[in-house]
């Protein structure tokens, strides 16, 4: 009896213990990340990094300011388009038909096209935009990243809209509002902070993408001439220039991966901190 | 007979609870299994209990009354230390278990020997006879397969429930009644042979016909063990029980035999609450 | 947009005339947001549409043998998935089989272990983990794990245990071990979040019915509340799978791009979305992108039904701790 308690005890103890460890491995993996970054990448970055434009390979020196300003460009499309279809999409699942059969239908697609590897986006994209024009553009870049943002931020800021209290809504009616005033007035500011917090994080997450930019943005290493044309993002410059066998390259990438990696963070930082602020203003 | 003084208490429980003496005649008194002394506990900053003492009888039913929120079940969960899970609680006081402290035992033995039966029912996602095996299997009390299936069904047949379930032990618990469930749950600590039962309002999510049958229950298990039945049902407590403390704001108002706080009550509180003029 | 900022005019000065507009804009409105919702539903049709014709020269060419066929020869115009399907796969499950052990015991740290705090700190950290671009994952890879599977973990493996074919063989670096590491890294973040959602909506009672028979808090874990929790678990570890098979840069910068099937997890080998990055804008031929774009079709189905799968279960989660 006494062997089989101590028995139970040092299992316990044993197995409490190996949860920790298993908590301590995953959770320091970001910290590795973010070190070798650092310790690579810092050395690496420089003025020059920011205004010039990337060498050819063999000369030392040259910067990313084409890919820098690359990667808003396509941000900035993809934004333009997926932002306001996803919000309006979110706003006629929570407010208008939540429950009808279509609207179910959408939230399962969206929830499906979320699951869709990028690569595949990446083709989709390629076969709309590209093959049409017949040549590589930030359009399509874009539109290709616009896809992957839409049903991120038709799922949140259904979410947040929903979970605006009923009697808001009530409110508002009662006062004579229509359905239309009552959500524009009421419902949508009531949600905006999760609603921001939401764009944010989605745009964060396609900052980041680069299978879907292989075949449809493409790469540059000059500044774009315009949106018909191929452009240069820092997901793909990184890529480009880890896989290449050239030292200085490899300088690059990681100058590239720090500042990416950096923006990516501090913008899930920043949302964290406003949806919490948002959350004492609302207490209080 | 109905309101023997008993010397022993008197040692624990503050006077102005003190079972009233009459006729001054000790005839066979119950040993003292439980004794809970001067308890106060908290939630973080909020003080629940306040210096509560009160001792249960071996083999004796003792139902704990009180409006909602009055500490009745605060107070059981620290007899098996099952308030020690609960972030920022915090208990002072002794509680002795024959005389011995329950911080002084193996919190895992203290709890097999102080079984436990809660307000909703709370099978596990397994099979009924998975369930009621459950505490025999971790604790080590059957050798063997038969040992094992004996046990089951012997902790089945206490709680009542063998009849009904003898020919699906193997399908999942939650295919049974909310009462089912409940007997099942008391099946399952009754399957580990604690000496004492705590039962925190194991009726209120219960019909009537399924509350009869639990009550039925409890005065078939008092031979086997000590019964401490937290209720707001104040009938229940009537039927039920033995002995009766009285709970009020985290005070432990009145403590006697069960005829006397409902007959008698000593104090106007609980004079109040059982005439229903609140809680 | 337009529509809040007139309504600030109407705040201001409410003489009914706004208040006028704004009712007839219900419809319109009704309209406008459910275009948008319609969208959704007809590009992902668009997507799957766009996907069957463009790759039909290659269904026609090989039909379901390009499923079994494990031969891929642009310059003889032989094209079958075999080798690419069973990367994906073997990479997937190696990922799984590190990050499932260990993101379930850290899901179960930070929801039955940790203060409150600190569990509230480690979880934004594996969101952070989450948030990191594969491409970052990738670089990473490339000039860590590679290194350290060449010259460390791959002889070691090796000299130990050779005598499996997993592990016999030279080590290059690159290849499907460490293709399916950086794999476990990254889906570490699904598991731990989606398992410890689950693990958290265990009701209170469950584990205070097994603590109350005597059991320690393993064992009230271990039997009460992961048997509980153990459909969203199973859940997370779709999800996680379906991230998996589906990711392209980390994997396709170090596994070695090699359509061969080897027993050994040292040899480099080759991933369906790999292959789709490299050949894509290099394809020699009609039937050569036909069977790329194909190729993508098999993973999106693939993908498409282990994440229903997932949904189904992490729904079932959900709705049986709400009805107990």
């Keep these: ?284 | 007979m109905s309101s023997t003084p008993e010397s022993r208490v008197k040692t624990a429980i503050p006077a102005q609870i003190l079972p009233q003496a009459s006729d001054g005649v000790q005839t066979d008194l119950p040993a003292v299994k439980l004794k809970a002394t001067g308890i106060n506990f908290f939630y973080g900053a909020f003080q629940a209990l306040f210096d509560v003492s009160i001792e249960f009888f071996e083999n004796r039913i003792t139902a704990l009354i009180g409006p909602s929120g009055c500490g009745k079940s605060t107070f059981i969960r620290n007899l098996n230390r099952i308030n020690e899970t609960i972030r920022g609680a915090r208990c002072e006081g002794e509680i002795l278990l024959d005389g011995e402290n329950i911080l002084g035992i193996d919190v895992t033995q203290l709890r097999r020997r102080v079984g436990m039966v809660f307000q909703r029912p709370n099978p596990f996602p397994k099979s009924i006879f998975d369930n009621v095996a459950y505490g025999v299997k971790i604790n080590g009390l059957a050798r063997g397969k038969r040992a094992l299936e004996e046990t089951v069904e012997k902790s089945l047949r206490r709680a009542a429930l063998w009849d009904e379930v003898k020919d699906q032990l193997h399908k999942s618990a939650y295919a049974l009644s909310g009462g089912q469930q409940q007997r099942l749950c008391i099946a399952r600590a009754l399957a580990v042979d604690p000496q004492v039962l705590l039962l925190d309002e194991p009726c209120s999510a219960l019909d009537p016909i399924a509350t009869g049958k639990i009550e039925d229950l409890l005065f078939t298990l008092k031979d086997q063990c000590t019964i401490v039945i937290v209720t707001h049902n104040m009938q229940q407590a009537g039927r039920v029980s033995d002995y009766t403390g009285f709970f009020l704001l985290g005070r432990l108002i009145e403590f006697n035999k069960t005829g006397v706080i409902f007959r008698t009550p000593a104090q106007k509180e609980t004079e109040d609450y059982i005439t229903g003029r609140f809680g | 947009m337009s529509a809040p900022a007139s309504i600030g005019v109407t705040e201001r000065k409410p003489d009914g005339l706004f208040l006028q507009r704004l009712k007839g804009g219900d419809p319109i409105a009704h309209a406008i947001t459910w275009l948008a919702a319609a969208s959704v539903l007809l590009v992902t049709v668009w997507l799957v549409a766009q996907l069957w014709m463009q790759s039909t020269p290659a269904i026609h060419a090989f039909g379901f043998g390009f499923l079994w066929s494990s031969e891929w020869d642009p310059n003889a115009e032989k094209f079958g998935a075999l080798p690419f399907i069973y990367g994906t796969l073997v990479t997937s499950a190696l990922a799984l089989a590190i990050s499932v052990p260990l993101g379930v015991g850290a899901a179960i740290f930070l929801s039955e272990l940790a203060q409150p705090g600190l569990s509230a700190v480690l979880t934004f950290l594996v969101e952070l983990l989450a948030a990191v671009p594969s491409v970052i994952f990738g670089l990473l890879a490339i000039f860590t794990l590679v290194p350290l599977v060449r010259d460390v973990i791959g002889p070691a493996l090796d000299k130990t245990s050779g005598v499996f074919p997993f592990f016999a063989g030279p080590s290059y670096g690159v290849g499907v071990l460490t293709a399916g590491l950086i794999l476990a890294v990254m889906t570490f973040p699904f598991v731990i979040s989606i398992s410890r959602e689950a693990l958290l909506a265990v009701p209170r009672e469950q584990r205070e019915a097994a603590l109350a028979l005597g059991a320690t808090k393993w064992e009230a874990t271990w039997d009460a509340i992961i048997p509980f929790a153990r459909l969203g678990i199973l859940g997370s570890i779709f999800l996680s799978l379906a991230r998996a098979l589906g990711e392209t840069m980390a994997v396709t910068m170090v596994i070695g791009n090699d359509p061969k099937i080897t027993p050994s997890l040292l040899a480099p080998g080759y991933t369906i979305a790999s292959v789709i990055a490299n050949e894509f804008t290099e394809a020699t031929s009609n039937l050569h992108l036909a069977s790329l774009i194909l190729l993508g079709l098999v993973l999106f189905l693939i993908t498409i039904i282990i994440n229903a799968g997932a949904r189904l279960l992490i729904l079932a989660t959900t709705r049986q701790g709400s009805a107990t």
């Excluded at chain 1, 910067?63 to 990667?71: E, L, P, Q, R, T």
């Excluded at chain 1, 969206?110 to 869709?116: E, F, K, P, S």
């Excluded at chain 1, 007035?185 to 917090?197: D, E, K, M, Q, Y």
Aim: some cysteine; aromatic content about 8%.
């Design chain 1, 1 to 284: 009896m006494n062997a089989r308690l101590l028995r139970r005890k040092v299992i316990n103890a044993v197995m409490l213990a190996l949860t920790g460890l298993c908590t301590a491995v995953t959770t320091s993996t970001l910290f590795v990340i973010l070190g070798y970054l650092v310790w690579n990448g810092a050395s690496a970055i420089d003025w020059d990094f920011f205004t010039k434009l990337p060498l050819s390979p063999g000369e030392t020196g040259g910067g990313m300011a084409n890919a820098i300003v690359g990667s808003f460009q396509i941000l900035l499309l993809a934004a333009a388009v997926g932002i306001p279809v996803g919000v309006a999409a979110g706003i006629y699942l929570a407010e208008f038909n939540p429950n009808s059969v279509f609207s179910f239908l959408v939230r399962y697609t969206a929830d499906l096209l979320n699951g869709v590897p990028s690569i595949v986006v990446g083709i989709f994209a390629w076969g709309v935009v590209v093959v049409p024009m017949k040549h590589f553009s930030a359009l399509s870049g874009g539109l290709a990243l616009a896809l992957m943002l839409i049903p991120i931020t038709v799922r949140t800021t259904e979410q947040f809209l929903k979970d605006v209290p009923v009697s808001m809504r009530e409110g508002a009616l009662a006062l004579g509002a229509s359905k239309w005033r009552a959500v524009a007035t009421v419902v949508v500011p009531a949600a905006r902070t999760g609603i921001l917090t939401g764009l944010i994080l989605g745009v964060a997450r396609i900052a980041g993408e680069t299978a879907p930019l292989l075949f449809t943005a493409l790469n540059n290493q000059f500044w774009a001439k315009g949106w018909s044309a191929p452009i240069a993002s820092l997901p793909v410059m990184i890529y480009t220039h880890a896989i290449s066998p050239y030292e200085d390259w490899h300088r690059q990438a990681w100058a590239a991966g720090l500042v990416l990696l950096a923006l990516v963070l501090l913008a899930n930082i920043a949302a964290r901190l406003i949806l919490s602020r948002g959350a004492n203003a609302q207490r209080s």
